[in-house]
């Protein structure tokens, strides 16, 4: 059990689970409530073993977006670049990671917006939101609704040119979550495309006058994020 009271307890929603948990948040199981959302049930499965012990921990089969019903998932040859998106090899042939782009499957997946989840009280408001959905993260915002209000931080991997067919890229990110008083406070590139600067990791928490207007123990969780996170307090 954690040592940790439950009302201080970070909500940890991790779209896109495959592999577990990143490593900077098992560190801290003691401070987190982690709901994980993977649509595919044999890694489901691996997650909620890693998971067990964590109080409150979810594993939710379903997959994310901004409408709720069956899609269509390309499973690819590396499973990690799998989406609901189709891989857009147009860009992708100039790079020598096209090869893990490679469709070689497709599988009906149940897709759920996260505000009508948590209207049926199936889920708990977020306070920190990691997406890692391939190309879908911007519907996956537009699907947690006025829950993205309270929310404190946001980790997303996201583009600067579109790797998969119609998907968002980082200028569209930045803008639907500053309506939500988000600022971009740090992007690391992800160095998978031969140099070039295609994919990044961006990092993402509330504006400085916003953080100012937190309750104290908003302010706690949000001290505990950006640890986590490895952003620096605002001056």
């Not at 649509?39 to 977006?65: C, F, H, Y």
């Not at 189709?86 to 100039?94: A, C, H």
């Not at 993205?148 to 569209?172: F, M, N, W």
Request: proline fraction near 5%; hydrophobic fraction near 40%; glycine fraction near 6%.
């Amino acid at each position: 059990m954690s040592r940790t009271p439950a009302e201080e307890r970070i909500t940890l929603v991790d779209v896109g689970g495959q592999g577990g948990l990143q490593l900077k948040w098992m560190l801290r199981a003691d401070h987190i409530t982690p709901v994980v959302f993977e649509p595919l049930s044999s890694e489901a499965t691996v997650i909620r073993q890693t998971l067990d012990r964590i109080p409150g921990a979810q594993v939710v089969e379903k997959a994310l977006a901004n409408t709720s019903g069956p899609q269509k998932l390309y499973i690819t040859a590396g499973s990690y670049c799998s989406s609901l998106r189709e891989p857009n090899f147009e860009i992708l042939q100039n790079y020598s990671v096209a090869r893990v782009f490679n469709v070689v499957s497709m599988q009906e997946v149940e897709c759920v917006r996260y505000d009508e989840l948590f209207r049926a009280s199936a889920v708990p408001s977020p306070d920190v939101i990691k997406i890692d959905v391939q190309g879908l993260e911007y519907e996956v915002l537009l699907g947690f609704g006025h829950l993205l209000e309270s929310c404190l931080a946001i980790e997303l991997e996201t583009h600067v040119v579109p790797i998969y067919r119609g998907q968002k890229l980082i200028g569209d990110i930045v803008n639907i979550l500053g309506d939500f008083g988000f600022a971009l406070r740090q992007l690391n590139q992800v160095p998978h495309f031969d140099g070039d600067a295609v994919e990044f990791d961006a990092l993402f928490t509330k504006r400085r006058d916003k953080v100012a207007t937190l309750s104290d123990l908003e302010k706690r969780k949000f001290a505990v994020i950006i640890q986590a996170l490895g952003i620096l307090p605002y001056p």
